[in-house]
Structures are given as C-alpha cells and as structure tokens.
Nanobody, 130 residues
Framework: QMQLVESGGGSVQAGGSLRLSCAAS????????IGWFRQAPGKEREGVSC????????YYATSVKGRFTISRDNAKNTVYLQMNSLKPEDSGVYHC???????????????????????WGQGTQVTVSS
C-alpha cells in the first residue's frame, strides 16, 4: 500500500526555520515526482516546491524562492523541505504528494484534486507567529 507521512511541522516565530520530511512506505519514492503543497484557511491549495525523480529539476513558488530548499534522499525513501526565514503567510497545512510522471512545473503550478495523485500524505501543520 502506497503511503506518505509528513513530519516536522510546528509553531515558530517569524524568521525561524523548520525542516519538513516526507517519508514513503509501500513504494519506491525514487520512481516518483514529489511535490510539497500547502493550504491556509480561506486560501486555495498552492504548490510550494516540486522535485523530479532524479532531483535534477526543481520548482519553487515565487513566494518561497531563496528561503526554502527541497531535496530528496532516495536511499532513505524521503523528501525534505527546509524552510528558512519563515513568514506568517507561510502558515498552513503542508502535504506532500507523489506522481509517477509529470514535470515539476505542471505539478506545482497546476495542483490537481488530491485523489488524482498516486499518493498523498496526511499533512503537517506549520504555524508562524509574527
């Protein structure tokens, strides 16, 4: 059974850092494009960062470029999102998702309904206080 589990969320003050992890079980994460998405109350879900299967292609939303770094360790079946210089507007529930074959631009810029992804995690809450 394909499963993704996010961890690493929490409450921090503006300017702080968090590292999110997306761990896969039941499948080989290296065979999938992985994306991080977030949703805040009253806002649409948005793609934050996506990474190709081999890590060569990466997309960042304009709002997080220069502050967030996505990486993957396929040997550990895990994708990470390092978030620095956090702002209150970064708050929300962060999900990771897997898709077998898609460009990182399409995955992040045009998020699909959750059931269209090959796997979707339960989410981890990030709260940034001003």
């Amino acid at each position: 059974q394909m499963q993704l589990v996010e961890s690493g969320g929490g409450s921090v003050q503006a300017g702080g850092s968090l590292r999110l992890s997306c761990a896969a079980s039941g499948f080989t994460l290296g065979h999938y494009v992985i994306g991080w998405f977030r949703q805040a109350p009253g806002k649409e879900r948005e793609g934050v960062s996506c990474i190709s299967r081999n890590g060569e292609d990466i997309y960042y939303a304009t709002s997080v470029k220069g502050r967030f770094t996505i990486s993957r360790d396929n040997a550990k079946n895990t994708v990470y999102l390092q978030m620095n210089s956090l702002k209150p507007e970064d708050s929300g529930v962060y999900h990771c998702a897997a898709y077998g074959s898609i460009t990182v631009q399409h995955m992040c810029i045009s998020p699909a309904p959750r059931d269209e992804y090959d796997s979707w995690g339960q989410g981890t809450q990030v709260t940034v206080s001003s």
